[in-house]
């Protein structure tokens, strides 16, 4: 049996935590906003109201 190489088990490890590392820092960052103090909540975007809709029955 072939033994696998510490440099080729290392560099998989790059592969993989790189990447993961990225992903969870940006997510950290992009989140912050929503747990300090003193800053302006996040608003979600208005809406328009609903146009007033017509009778289901015409009136007589």
Do not use: C, D, H
Not at 28 to 47: C, D, E, H, W, Y
């Amino acid at each position: 049996m072939k033994k696998t190489s510490p440099l080729s088990v290392f560099l998989a490890f790059l592969v993989v935590a790189l990447p993961l590392g990225w992903g969870l820092y940006r997510s950290i960052r992009n989140s912050m906003p929503l747990f300090t103090a003193g800053k302006a909540p996040v608003q979600a975007p208005a809406v328009a109201p609903a146009p007033e809709a017509a009778p289901a029955v015409p009136a007589k």
